[in-house]
C-alpha cells in the first residue's frame, strides 16, 4: 500500500465510523482486526511477545486469544477516537471514569502544569478528549512526526478537532511544551516508547531498552509534578482513567543522574499500569 493510499484509507475509515451506526461499525472493526491479526505473522509474533513480557506464563490457546483481543482492542481503540467528534460533552463525561484526578487538579488549581505520562495503552484520545471538552483544560500533545505528510497533517488535524494543542516531535517541541508549562496547561507525553533512540537506557519488563529522557527531564528542570496515568477500556463502550500521584523528582544530583532515576522509576509505574490490562497495550 503506498503512503497516498494510506492516507486515504485513514480518511475513509473516520467517514465509515462517523457516517454507519456503531453496532456495524463494531462488527466492521472486529472483521478487519482478526484479519490483520491472521495476515500478518511477524506483527502477531510481536504482540504475542509483548503480552507475554506483560504476563508471564501466558502460552497457548489463552496466549492465542489474548493476541486477538489485543488486535480487537487496537480497532476499538480506532472506532471511538473517529466517532468522538460527534459526541457532546456530557456523552464523553458519561462514558469515562477517572480514579485519582486530584493528581492532575490540585497542581492545575495551584497554577502549575502538569506532565502526564501515558503508555500506548486503551482509549488515551478519549481521555485527551475529557479533559479539553468537560474539564474545559488547555492540553498539549507531543506526536511523532510520520510520513507522508499529508498522514501527519490528517493525525495532527483530527487531534486538534478534538481540542488539543498538536506539537511535533522536533527541535522546536522542547520550547513549545515549556510554554504550556509555564501557562499552567497539561501536557501529554506518550511515553513507552524511544521514537529517537536516544533515550535512558534501563530495565522494562525484564528486558533491556531504552525510553525517552524527556518527560524525567522536564520535570526536573521546570518543577513540574510528572504524573503517570493509564486509560482503559471498560466495558462495550465505557473507558477508564487510573491517575497516580506524581513521581518524586527532587534534585538528588547531576541532571544526568537524576534524569536516569526518575525515568526508572517512571518505567516501574509504566509497567504497573500496563499489568492491568495488557491485551490493551497498542504498542
Known sequence: ?????????????AAYARAVPRPIVDVTARVLSRAA????????????????????????????????????????????????PQLSPEEVDFGFAVEGYRNIAEPLDEGRGVILALPHLGG???????????????????????????LFDFFADFRRELGMNIVPLGPSAGSEILRSLKQGHVVCLLS?????????ELEFFGETTTLPAGPATLALRTGTPLVPVGCYFDGPHGNHAVVQPPIPTERQ???????????????RRLEGLIRLAPEQWHL
Do not use: K
Not at 513507552?192 to 535512558?200: A, E, N, S, T
Not at 544530583?253 to 518505567?267: C, H, P, Y
Open 192 to 200: 513507552d516508547r524511544d521514537i529517537l533512540g536516544d533515550g535512558v
Open 253 to 267: 544530583g547531576r541532571l544526568r543522574a537524576d534524569v536516569a532515576r526518575v525515568t526508572g522509576e517512571l518505567a
Open 1 to 13: 500500500m503506498t503512503f497516498d493510499a494510506v492516507t486515504t484509507a485513514y480518511r475513509c475509515g
Open 124 to 150: 488515551w484520545e478519549w481521555a485527551g478528549f475529557w479533559l479539553t471538552q468537560v474539564m474545559g483544560l488547555t492540553v498539549t500533545v507531543v506526536v511523532e512526526p510520520v510520513e507522508p505528510p499529508a
Open 37 to 84: 491479526a491472521s495476515a500478518s505473522a511477524e506483527r502477531r509474533m510481536l504482540v504475542a511477545r509483548h503480552l507475554c513480557r506483560a504476563r508471564p506464563g501466558l502460552s497457548g490457546g489463552a496466549l492465542d486469544c489474548a493476541v486477538d483481543a489485543t488486535f480487537d482492542s487496537y480497532a476499538r481503540y480506532w472506532v471511538d477516537s473517529f466517532r468522538l
